[in-house]
């Protein structure tokens, strides 16, 4: 079993940054994908961002490409998520998700096997 949870979320103003980070638990792994997603209230689960690891292969969803950066850091099994730039459309509950199969990245929830528990990310306009 692996555990993630994730922190950084919060309020900002439109424009502002934030820096959300997942760490990883549990079981060893080494070759995988953790990536983003987001869920805002009445729509469903959307894919932001995704690593691969290794190689540090990344891909965004046009929506958030070139005002949010994905790293991680394999030693520490933690990978953060650097939004600038943000904007109202961007408030979400945000969740970190974990691929073992190591196949491609992902942009689909069912091809995540772990999930975090979400942390909140709200703009104000």
């Known amino acids: 079993q692996v555990h993630l949870e994730e922190s950084g979320g919060g309020l900002v103003q439109a424009g502002g940054s934030l820096r959300l980070s997942c760490a990883a638990s549990?079981?060893?792994?080494?070759?995988?994908?953790m990536g983003w997603f987001r869920q805002a209230p009445g729509k469903e689960r959307e894919f932001v961002a995704a690593?691969?690891?290794?190689?540090?292969?990344?891909y965004y969803a046009d929506s958030v490409k070139g005002r949010f950066a994905i790293s991680m850091d394999n030693a520490k099994k933690t990978v953060a998520l650097q939004m600038n730039s943000l904007k109202p459309e961007d408030t979400a509950v945000y969740y970190c998700?974990?691929?073992?199969?190591?196949?491609?990245?992902?942009?689909?929830?069912?091809?995540?096997?772990?999930w975090g528990q979400g942390t909140q990310v709200t703009v104000s306009s």
């Open positions: 998700a974990l691929d073992l199969n190591f196949i491609a990245i992902g942009t689909m929830t069912a091809e995540y096997d772990y």
């Open positions: 549990g079981r060893t792994f080494s070759s995988y994908v």
């Open positions: 690593i691969r690891w290794p190689g540090g292969t990344t």
